[in-house]
């Protein structure tokens, strides 16, 4: 049968720009006529602006509605072709679109209740004689549409028998006495969904049903059942049928963050193929991945959900499906059917027996399928549920068979009211194929359901069967690779017993739903199942998941730590280069060098870098109140008895460079013992700056529990940062005038330059500074303290790199250079000397 396919297969492809007749093979006359309704075409069209009752226009072909629609046909020819079942009796059939749309199924279905051979329908007190247009009708497929067609018909007692509509509303005897389905009802396939999550230990999940009568229906059935067997809804929603609708991309969206928020790894579909693309599609471009989807038939099987790109991301599908047998012949008969209708002779034969249909009362046949090949339905013919549409028209030709009186060999010739149908329907079984059917109280067939693995294998999907119910549900796990890095089952608990060090977090619309969620940082909690985690004192903390608090250590800069160590070190170096210096410019207090650059002076400032270095010990240890107060005070004290010799240098240089004639009589006010006075001065202005900061806030100790998980940090607050920047701004006008006084003053190669060093030295401070400023007011740790004393070394070995280092050498390696010369008049500048 294959090869046959696969020749008949190519040589429809190739033939597949010609028309065919296709569309003519959905009626036939007959003895007895049976009615189709499937959805030959879908998306309907102009359904929210129509108006006018005019036709309802659908978009495209749905190949499952063809092949459920051929699967009729075939059935229908098979038994004509029998010379057992209904021998001397000839059926026939009248095929219309529904296009899923119940506004659509009522046209035709009005026209299956016309008197036969007229248009109308008669109006009377008592049917019992009334012969409509057909005996039986099979469909449709949809829940929604049997709910409107069931009932025109149970008025008949037009028996109906449905291939797809699962709703348990279809199961009232009473209302629709003459509906059958060879399906089960919904109530079946939500109990082996329910047994399914049991089986694997779910009950953490989140239900999605399509907004129509098969979505509703099965969501609010598989609600109450799974609230008998302690399954735990996160979250319900509805997803729109319409999907032409504004507000559908919306609402899809809403659903799908709503399921990120709740964080569950199993969603129990209940949709029709349409909507379930929709919801998928958003779901893969939306990024929610990594989940067990488990489906039904309505969408599993439909190749308009399998091939969506990337869906092998949206993580596990599972599902039920009905036990239903291949329909033997029925892909060989498809294949030469479609080698047919492209024969002219074959389309003039079918054409003619239209005609005798009377086809000129309503044209809804698939006009579509004239333009479509074996090619784009071989690929659903091997996995649609055909065998659902072949059960139903064997059970009309059952009933006839029954109410005729029919023999092996010949039926007689009688007349049959489609009433009379119906009790051998209820009554009596039917055999297909070696296997006996049989329809429950419900009206319903149940053969049980196959549970089938989406399983992908270089990008080709398998319906891999992995389980069975009936009355029980047998699973075969190692058949099923989950999406899991370890291809080991998801966890999807709803409860369990907490621990210590966790509490139970409610989650979904169910109280008895809840997580045992870790209790965060700084809560713990002491008693099992505890519902909430209690706070930590503010002096205590606790890690997650813990059951009792701790007390925070203490946290500052300690004197054994490495760090500390090092700028110890560090600190050492820079005192002894401090010191070497000065004692070197002690002994070389008389040379020229020394005195021009400021003779004793230079003693005090290098003493005054010396009290800076040892004040880093104040950064270092538990600091205080007292501790806190000291540091800028001292800090700023220091900095400025270093920077006052400078700035009394500088205006030296100023006097001497540009007001040369003004020189001689202020010079001695900036080069003998008068000098100190200035420093004094200097020094005096600095100390008020000092009282101001402590006047309206002085730097004090505060305890941080929020910046260390386990420790409290002991850190120096700056309380007015208004006073820090007047006491140490007052440093800083120093430095900015001594650079203004020295950074364009040149002198000769033959001449030192003095003002080089302070220009140097002043810019190193700068940058220092803005480091420091950025750094110290943001950060909030023990590295502060390692800041403050970094710039006080920095600071103070950049002065003596750049001011006093350079001196050295000359002295100790360059003594020739050491001359009353070299240093006489070394800060005039180059012009004044060109002029000489």
């Given at each position: 049968?294959v090869?046959?396919?696969?020749?008949?297969?190519?040589?429809?492809?190739?033939?597949?720009?010609?028309?065919?007749?296709l569309?003519a093979?959905?009626?036939?006359?007959?003895?007895?006529?049976?009615?189709g309704?499937?959805?030959?075409g879908?998306?309907t069209?102009?359904?929210t602006?129509?108006?006018?009752?005019?036709?309802?226009?659908?978009e495209?072909?749905?190949?499952?509605?063809?092949?459920?629609?051929?699967?009729?046909?075939?059935?229908?020819?098979?038994?004509?072709?029998?010379?057992?079942?209904?021998?001397?009796?000839?059926?026939?059939?009248?095929?219309y679109?529904t296009?899923?749309e119940?506004?659509?199924?009522?046209?035709?279905?009005?026209?299956?209740?016309?008197?036969?051979?007229?248009?109308?329908i008669?109006?009377?007190?008592?049917?019992?004689?009334?012969?409509?247009?057909?005996?039986?009708?099979?469909?449709?497929?949809k829940?929604?549409?049997?709910?409107?067609?069931?009932?025109l018909?149970?008025?008949?007692?037009?028996?109906?028998?449905?291939?797809?509509?699962?709703?348990?509303?279809?199961s009232?005897?009473?209302?629709?006495?003459?509906?059958?389905?060879?399906?089960?009802?919904d109530?079946?396939l939500?109990?082996?969904?329910?047994?399914?999550?049991?089986?694997?230990?779910?009950n953490?999940?989140?239900?999605?049903?399509?907004?129509?009568?098969?979505?509703?229906?099965?969501?609010g059935?598989?609600?109450?059942?799974?609230?008998?067997?302690?399954?735990?809804?996160?979250?319900?929603?509805?997803?729109?049928?319409?999907?032409?609708?504004?507000?559908?991309?919306?609402?899809?969206?809403?659903?799908?963050?709503?399921?990120?928020?709740?964080?569950?790894?199993?969603i129990?579909?209940?949709?029709?193929?349409?909507?379930?693309?929709?919801?998928?599609?958003h779901?893969?471009?939306m990024?929610?991945?990594?989940?067990?989807?488990?489906?039904?038939e309505?969408w599993?099987?439909?190749?308009?959900?399998?091939?969506?790109?990337?869906?092998?991301?949206?993580?596990?599908?599972?599902?039920?499906?009905?036990?239903?047998?291949t329909?033997?012949?029925?892909?060989?008969?498809?294949?030469?059917l479609?080698?047919?209708?492209?024969?002219?002779?074959?389309?003039?034969?079918?054409?003619?027996l239209?005609?005798?249909m009377?086809?000129?009362?309503?044209?809804?046949?698939?006009?579509r399928?004239?333009?479509?090949?074996?090619?784009?339905?071989?690929?659903?013919?091997?996995?649609?549920?055909?065998?659902?549409?072949?059960l139903?028209?064997?059970?009309?030709?059952y009933?006839?068979?029954?109410?005729?009186?029919?023999?092996?060999?010949?039926c007689?010739?009688?007349?049959?009211?489609?009433?009379?149908?119906?009790?051998f329907?209820?009554?009596?079984?039917?055999?297909?194929?070696?296997?006996s059917?049989?329809?429950?109280?419900?009206?319903?067939?149940?053969?049980?359901y196959?549970?089938?693995?989406?399983?992908?294998k270089?990008?080709?999907?398998?319906?891999?069967p992995?389980?069975?119910?009936?009355?029980?549900?047998?699973?075969?796990k190692?058949?099923?690779?989950?999406?899991?890095?370890?291809?080991?089952?998801?966890?999807?608990?709803?409860?369990?017993?907490?621990?210590?060090?966790?509490?139970?977090?409610?989650?979904?619309f169910?109280?008895?739903?809840?997580?045992?969620?870790?209790?965060p940082?700084?809560?713990?909690?002491?008693?099992?199942?505890?519902?909430?985690?209690?706070?930590?004192?503010?002096h205590?903390?606790?890690?997650?998941?813990s059951?009792?608090?701790y007390?925070?250590?203490?946290?500052?800069?300690?004197?054994?730590?490495?760090?500390t160590?090092?700028?110890?070190?560090?600190?050492s170096?820079?005192?002894?280069?401090t010191?070497?210096?000065?004692?070197?410019f002690?002994?070389?207090?008389?040379?020229?060098?020394?005195?021009?650059s400021?003779?004793?002076?230079?003693?005090?400032?290098?003493?005054?870098?010396?009290?800076?270095?040892?004040?880093?010990?104040?950064?270092?240890?538990?600091?205080?109140?007292?501790?806190c107060?000291?540091?800028?005070?001292?800090?700023?004290l220091?900095?400025?008895?270093?920077f006052?010799?400078?700035f009394?240098?500088?205006l030296?240089i100023?006097?001497?460079?540009e007001?040369?004639?003004?020189?001689?009589?202020?010079?001695?006010?900036?080069?003998?013992r008068?000098?100190?006075?200035?420093?004094a001065?200097?020094?005096?202005?600095?100390?008020?700056?000092?009282?101001?900061y402590?006047?309206?806030?002085?730097?004090?100790?505060?305890?941080?529990?929020?910046?260390l998980?386990?420790?409290?940090?002991?850190?120096?607050?700056?309380?007015?940062?208004?006073?820090?920047?007047?006491m140490?701004?007052y440093?800083?006008?120093?430095?900015?005038?001594?650079?203004?006084?020295?950074?364009?003053?040149q002198?000769s190669?033959?001449?030192?330059?003095?003002?080089r060093?302070?220009?140097?030295a002043?810019?190193?401070?700068?940058?220092?500074?803005?480091?420091?400023?950025?750094?110290f007011?943001t950060?909030?740790?023990?590295?502060?303290?390692?800041?403050?004393?970094?710039?006080?070394?920095?600071?103070?070995?950049?002065?003596?790199?750049?001011?006093?280092?350079?001196?050295?050498?000359?002295?100790?390696?360059?003594?020739?250079?050491?001359?009353v010369?070299?240093?006489?008049?070394?800060?005039k500048?180059?012009?004044?000397?060109?002029?000489?």
């Amino acid at each position: 049968m294959v090869p046959d396919l696969l020749l008949c297969l190519s040589f429809g492809y190739a033939a597949a720009l010609k028309p065919t007749c296709l569309s003519a093979q959905f009626r036939r006359p007959g003895d007895f006529i049976i009615g189709g309704l499937f959805p030959f075409g879908m998306d309907t069209v102009n359904l929210t602006a129509r108006s006018e009752p005019t036709l309802v226009v659908c978009e495209r072909l749905s190949v499952d509605g063809l092949i459920w629609a051929l699967g009729m046909k075939f059935a229908i020819d098979q038994i004509n072709n029998s010379t057992s079942l209904l021998p001397g009796v000839k059926l026939g059939y009248d095929m219309y679109d529904t296009c899923f749309e119940p506004l659509v199924a009522l046209q035709p279905s009005l026209l299956f209740l016309t008197r036969n051979g007229t248009r109308g329908i008669g109006v009377l007190c008592n049917y019992t004689d009334y012969q409509p247009r057909v005996t039986a009708v099979i469909g449709p497929h949809k829940s929604d549409l049997c709910l409107v067609t069931a009932k025109l018909f149970s008025f008949f007692l037009i028996p109906q028998v449905s291939y797809g509509a699962t709703t348990e509303k279809l199961s009232n005897t009473e209302l629709y006495p003459s509906f059958y389905r060879t399906v089960p009802g919904d109530k079946n396939l939500v109990e082996a969904v329910v047994l399914l999550l049991n089986k694997f230990g779910w009950n953490w999940i989140a239900t999605i049903g399509s907004d129509d009568e098969y979505g509703r229906g099965a969501q609010g059935l598989f609600l109450s059942i799974a609230g008998n067997h302690n399954i735990c809804i996160a979250f319900e929603s509805l997803i729109p049928t319409d999907l032409a609708d504004p507000e559908a991309k919306s609402q899809l969206e809403d659903t799908i963050k709503l399921i990120n928020k709740t964080k569950v790894n199993i969603i129990v579909l209940f949709a029709f193929s349409q909507p379930a693309q929709a919801l998928l599609e958003h779901s893969i471009r939306m990024g929610l991945s990594g989940k067990v989807w488990i489906g039904t038939e309505a969408w599993m099987l439909s190749d308009i959900a399998a091939s969506i790109p990337n869906i092998q991301s949206i993580g596990t599908v599972l599902g039920f499906i009905m036990k239903a047998r291949t329909v033997p012949g029925f892909q060989k008969y498809v294949a030469n059917l479609f080698t047919s209708v492209q024969q002219d002779k074959f389309c003039q034969e079918s054409r003619e027996l239209n005609h005798l249909m009377n086809s000129d009362m309503l044209d809804t046949h698939c006009k579509r399928c004239d333009h479509i090949s074996l090619h784009d339905v071989s690929s659903m013919l091997s996995h649609s549920q055909v065998q659902t549409v072949y059960l139903a028209v064997y059970s009309v030709a059952y009933a006839l068979h029954r109410a005729l009186g029919c023999t092996h060999q010949a039926c007689p010739k009688a007349s049959i009211r489609s009433w009379q149908l119906l009790h051998f329907m209820n009554t009596l079984p039917f055999k297909v194929n070696g296997q006996s059917f049989r329809f429950d109280q419900s009206h319903s067939t149940n053969t049980g359901y196959k549970l089938i693995f989406w399983s992908w294998k270089n990008g080709t999907l398998t319906y891999l069967p992995v389980g069975d119910y009936e009355e029980s549900l047998i699973i075969n796990k190692s058949q099923i690779q989950f999406h899991t890095a370890d291809q080991k089952e998801p966890t999807s608990e709803c409860f369990r017993h907490c621990k210590p060090g966790q509490f139970r977090q409610i989650k979904g619309f169910h109280l008895c739903c809840y997580d045992c969620t870790d209790c965060p940082e700084n809560t713990f909690c002491s008693t099992k199942d505890s519902s909430t985690c209690t706070p930590c004192l503010e002096h205590q903390w606790s890690p997650a998941r813990s059951p009792q608090c701790y007390d925070r250590s203490e946290r500052y800069l300690f004197w054994n730590e490495p760090l500390t160590i090092a700028l110890l070190m560090l600190m050492s170096i820079t005192i002894s280069l401090t010191c070497l210096t000065a004692v070197l410019f002690l002994k070389n207090l008389e040379t020229p060098l020394v005195q021009a650059s400021g003779g004793t002076l230079n003693l005090f400032a290098l003493f005054t870098l010396m009290l800076l270095c040892l004040s880093c010990c104040l950064y270092i240890g538990k600091p205080s109140n007292n501790l806190c107060m000291i540091q800028q005070i001292v800090y700023a004290l220091c900095l400025n008895g270093c920077f006052s010799t400078f700035f009394i240098k500088s205006l030296e240089i100023t006097l001497v460079t540009e007001f040369p004639r003004c020189a001689p009589t202020f010079l001695h006010w900036v080069t003998q013992r008068r000098a100190w006075l200035l420093v004094a001065l200097c020094l005096l202005t600095e100390c008020l700056f000092c009282f101001c900061y402590l006047h309206l806030g002085p730097d004090y100790l505060v305890s941080d529990y929020k910046s260390l998980p386990t420790e409290v940090l002991l850190l120096c607050y700056t309380q007015s940062w208004f006073a820090f920047a007047l006491m140490h701004g007052y440093n800083g006008c120093l430095a900015f005038v001594c650079f203004l006084c020295t950074f364009m003053v040149q002198t000769s190669g033959k001449k030192y330059n003095i003002a080089r060093g302070i220009t140097f030295a002043i810019l190193i401070y700068f940058i220092i500074c803005i480091f420091f400023v950025t750094i110290f007011a943001t950060l909030k740790t023990v590295l502060r303290s390692v800041t403050q004393i970094g710039t006080i070394l920095t600071t103070s070995l950049g002065i003596l790199g750049t001011y006093y280092i350079p001196k050295c050498y000359i002295i100790l390696l360059k003594p020739d250079l050491n001359t009353v010369d070299y240093f006489q008049n070394s800060i005039k500048e180059e012009p004044e000397e060109d002029s000489q």
